[in-house]
């Protein structure tokens, strides 16, 4: 986006959770970060601002990667329901639903069996990469029953 104060930006909003010039790309690129059934936009990015506000989409049965990273986010769910992790939290999402995810807090987002989850997502645009769990970080968060029953889908 141009540097000037004077400029607007309107996207008009189409059906679908789609936006009119906002490309629909993959959740990440990384081969090694597992997720499933999950695409994003960026709807908004401005240096001016330092943040910018997604819209990721969860296919039913889909989750985003497990990982945490010193940058922290507030999600605010549009579309659908499903669950979250946030550190050893687990919480069922609906329609406005806010989650704040805090700084280097293991955190994932997953859609239920039967809807998509569909959620605004706002961060600073400059971040740094995500941290993914080594097996023994995994096994200690899947002591806890709850968790372990997140993380496996049921």
């Given at each position: 986006?141009?540097?000037?104060?004077?400029?607007?930006?309107?996207?008009?909003?189409?059906?679908?959770?789609?936006?009119?010039?906002?490309?629909?790309?993959?959740?990440?690129?990384?081969?090694?970060?597992?997720?499933?059934?999950?695409?994003?936009?960026?709807?908004?990015?401005?240096p001016r601002?330092?943040?910018?506000?997604?819209?990721?989409?969860?296919?039913?049965?889909?989750?985003t990667?497990?990982?945490?990273?010193?940058?922290?986010?507030?999600?605010?769910?549009?579309?659908?329901g499903?669950?979250?992790?946030?550190?050893?939290?687990?919480?069922?999402?609906?329609?406005?639903d806010?989650?704040?995810?805090?700084?280097?807090?293991?955190h994932?987002?997953?859609?239920?069996?039967?809807?998509?989850l569909?959620?605004?997502?706002?961060v600073?645009?400059?971040?740094?990469?995500?941290?993914?769990?080594?097996?023994?970080?995994?096994?200690?968060?899947?002591?806890?029953?709850?968790?372990?029953?997140?993380?496996?889908g049921?």
């Open positions: 986006m141009s540097e000037s104060t004077n400029e607007t930006t309107f996207r008009a909003a189409r059906e679908g959770f789609h936006w009119d010039g906002v490309e629909t790309r993959r959740y990440k690129d990384e081969p090694n970060a597992p997720y499933r059934e999950v695409t994003r936009q960026i709807l908004f990015s401005d601002l330092k943040g910018e506000l997604r819209y990721f989409e969860v296919a039913p049965g889909g989750y990667t497990l990982e945490k990273h010193e940058h922290m986010h507030a999600v605010l769910v549009l579309r659908g499903g669950a979250c992790l946030i550190g050893d939290d687990v919480r069922a999402l609906k329609l406005n806010l989650v704040t995810v805090p700084p280097w807090t293991w994932q987002f997953r859609a239920g069996k039967d809807e998509p569909g959620f605004l997502c706002l600073n645009a400059e971040r740094d990469r995500p941290q993914l769990p080594s097996d023994s970080e995994l096994a200690e968060m899947k002591r806890d029953p709850t968790v372990r029953a997140f993380l496996e049921k």
